[in-house]
């Protein structure tokens, strides 16, 4: 996870407020991003809100939340639901209408 963020920190250098959107329906997986993120985070000094989505009105009303806090950039975890790259998805849509820069998993593949 340290790279991934390291790479969202790279496309977005002014970024402090970071949310990170995790899928609970997989407690390992999001126990373990959000445990790696955290740790990533505090190493390049930023701050982290985690927001949990299982269901498009989730997802829906994380991106409500974002807006309203003014984060600065998503990191969005593994996960088959949240990174969906099918144009009609959920996440496709909230991520184009509150245009926050993004760092998918899919994404940062490459810098593993």
Do not use: W, Y
């Amino acid at each position: 996870m340290a790279k991934r963020l390291g790479l969202l920190r790279k496309l977005v250098p002014t970024a402090t407020r970071i949310a990170v959107l995790v899928n609970p329906a997989d407690a390992t997986r999001t126990a373990t991003v959000v445990n790696g993120v955290e740790a990533a985070a505090h190493d390049l000094g930023l701050q982290v809100r985690v927001f949990n989505a299982s269901t498009i009105s989730e997802i829906d009303a994380a991106f409500t939340a974002l807006a309203r806090e003014r984060t600065d950039a998503l990191f969005v975890a593994p996960d088959v639901f949240l990174t969906s790259s099918a144009s009609n998805s959920p996440f496709s849509r909230c991520g184009t209408r509150s245009q926050l820069p993004t760092g998918r998993a899919s994404l940062s593949k490459a810098v593993d």
